[in-house]
């Protein structure tokens, strides 16, 4: 089959849904002859920094002359981002040819009696194949949701089990307490492999003592990247300097002060794991480029994108805005899914907002605009302490579309002023091309 009708067919098996559990990846590869078994994989999970941790490895190891491949989802600007080699994206008709070998193994599976893969095993699968078939070196695999159950989980031996930042998020799914998504998350790691965590300074102890435990039950060496353990020298939204207890000086382009964690997490990887030179660690770091993640796509005004939607995220990109944009005037473009924290991210950034201007994202998940508009205004009630805010609080305002959210906004920011869109990333996509038609 052609793109267009893969895609179609896609789309399709997308409708029924995703289900947690191995048991049906397990029998795709087996059909698909197990390919995942002859990769070198570097697994990857957390509530956030997972991608900004894949993006600074894969430039590293770039860098350092290695063939990488990388699953990451859901795409946010491409569709076909999902699947990347040595950061270009696959092509359509690749991915039609690896999508009608992926189908086929499924038909066989449905006509032996077993239940038809969902979509995120059906590209779980895709991707195995077709960074074997494409010899990389290395292959950053990045957890859909959880790990434990995750179908990317049904690898036995990963180069090294990666855990970023682990917050409260997925709850329906994963457990509706810390300590319970800690151990969905720390599921990845396996017998006798090399695991590395982030410090996990949110929750601390409560959610090491799950890695901890889950490392020593599989004998699987522990190392932590606390971000105590390195020292800012320089902060600017054009990079961040820090000295890393490793290698030294490190810069990167990435900026919100978060990006150290994530940053500090790679090099432990790099370095103690796969024990790459130093200078080539360093020399990839600075070549880093993740999209959507406190991106600045315009100036005059300064117009940012950041793909926050939880509380943990909200929590640091709060950070960001108090200390870049002090004494400046912000206007907010939020649109959120109606499953995920939107509250508590709410209450984190308004008090920081001169306006604010709700969007639908175009996602089915999506919370309504004018759901958004109300759910803010009480929010804002509740930090004025339920005084009128309406004498003293910024506008809110729903909007049909992003580009009438981008129009006002432009129209209200002063050219010192900051225009910053968050709250999902399913929407950006739409923020950065309202924002790129409108300078051309």
């Not at 190392?223 to 105590?228: D, E, L, Y």
């Not at 939204?237 to 002060?257: A, H, K, N």
């Not at 790099?270 to 020399?283: E, H």
């Not at 907002?353 to 109300?374: C, F, G, H, I, W």
Request: hydrophobic residues 40%; negative net charge.
């Amino acid at each position: 089959m052609n793109y267009d009708k893969a895609r179609a067919c896609a789309a399709t098996i997308g409708k029924k849904g995703s289900i947690l559990g191995l048991t049906s990846i397990q029998n795709l590869m087996q059909e698909l002859s197990h390919v995942e078994e002859q990769l070198q994989i570097i697994h990857i999970a957390g509530t956030n920094g997972k991608g900004s941790v894949g993006a600074f490895l894969e430039s590293v190891l770039m860098e350092a002359g290695y063939k990488v491949g990388r699953y990451t989802s859901p795409a946010v600007f491409d569709p076909l981002e999902v699947w990347r080699i040595n950061q270009k994206n696959i092509e359509k008709e690749r991915y039609a040819e690896l999508f009608s070998k992926v189908k086929e193994a499924c038909d066989r599976m449905v006509e032996k009696g077993m239940p038809h893969p969902t979509i995120f095993e059906v590209e779980t699968a895709m991707a195995f194949c077709y960074f074997k078939e494409e010899c990389c070196d290395y292959v950053l695999l990045e957890v859909g949701m959880g790990g434990r159950e995750d179908a990317t989980n049904l690898i036995s031996h990963p180069v090294c089990s990666v855990l970023t930042s682990i917050s409260m998020d997925h709850m329906q799914f994963l457990g509706d307490t810390i300590g319970q998504i800690a151990w969905a998350k720390a599921g990845i790691i396996k017998e006798s492999c090399p695991a590395v965590t982030a410090g996990q300074e949110r929750y601390g102890e409560e959610v090491l003592s799950v890695i901890r435990k889950e490392a020593e039950e599989k004998h699987a060496p522990l190392r932590i990247a606390k971000a105590s353990e390195v020292k800012l020298t320089e902060n600017s939204l054009q990079e961040i300097r820090f000295l890393e207890p490793e290698i030294g000086e490190v810069s990167i382009p990435l900026t919100g002060e978060y990006q150290i964690e994530n940053a500090h997490l790679a090099i432990t990887v790099l370095r103690q794991v796969l024990k790459l030179d130093a200078d080539v660690i360093k020399r990839g770091l600075t070549k880093t480029r993740w999209p959507g993640r406190f991106e600045q796509i315009a100036a005059d005004p300064l117009f940012l994108i950041d793909g926050a939607h939880n509380e943990d995220a909200a929590v640091k990109l709060e950070a960001s805005v108090e200390n870049y944009f002090t004494n400046r005037k912000i206007t907010y473009i939020i649109g959120v899914l109606a499953d995920k924290e939107h509250a508590k991210v709410l209450e984190r950034m308004l008090s920081h907002a001169s306006a604010v201007y709700t969007v639908t994202p175009d996602n089915p998940r999506a919370l309504d605009a004018k759901k958004l508009q109300k759910e803010a205004k009480l929010v804002l009630d509740r930090l004025q302490g339920g005084n009128n805010p309406q004498e003293y609080s910024p506008q809110v305002q729903a909007c049909e579309t992003v580009r009438e959210a981008v129009e006002h906004a432009r129209s209200v920011t002063p050219e010192d002023g900051v225009i910053l869109a968050f709250g999902s990333l399913s929407y950006l996509k739409d923020v950065k091309k309202e924002v790129q038609d409108v300078s051309k």
